[in-house]
């Protein structure tokens, strides 16, 4: 089994890209409500700031910045991932399980990179610039 290390630092500034199962969806973008309503929902319990994100049909890019002793960005994107699957499910659409039970609309995982200075937060956000346009 792979051993993910995450770098949890309270305060500092990440980049994420967040995925769909199937790359092929475009259920973020069709249900872009329902996704606003669950970050809005997690960042009314748990603050984060957004500073830069955009939302593709598969997946997202974001940019957060963690208030000062607060490490836990796996927490907030595992509340957000569950309040838009259940937003989904609540309006009606369907959604397979695996055998395991779980909601077969997320990738499991996503992938961080704590953002280390000025020069490495611009590049990222350049890229959630172009990102839509390459895509």
């Not at 770098?7 to 259920?27: E, H, I, K, P, Q």
């Not at 890019?61 to 796996?74: E, K, N, R």
Request: with cysteine.
């Amino acid at each position: 089994m792979v051993h993910y290390r995450r770098n949890r630092l309270a305060g500092r500034t990440y980049f994420f890209t967040v995925t769909l199962r199937d790359w092929s969806s475009d259920r973020l973008v069709c249900h872009v409500g329902l996704l606003r309503d669950a970050f809005r929902s997690v960042r009314a319990e748990r603050p984060f700031t957004i500073d830069a994100i955009v939302i593709l049909p598969d997946h997202l890019h974001a940019i957060w910045t963690l208030p000062a002793g607060d490490p836990d960005y796996s927490g907030r994107w595992r509340a957000i991932k569950s309040h838009f699957t259940h937003g989904l499910r609540a309006s009606g659409i369907p959604l397979s399980r695996d055998n395991g039970g779980e909601y077969r609309l997320w990738q499991r995982r996503f992938w961080d990179h704590t953002i280390r200075d000025d020069d490495d937060f611009n590049q990222h956000v350049d890229y959630i610039h172009w990102n839509p346009n390459t895509a």
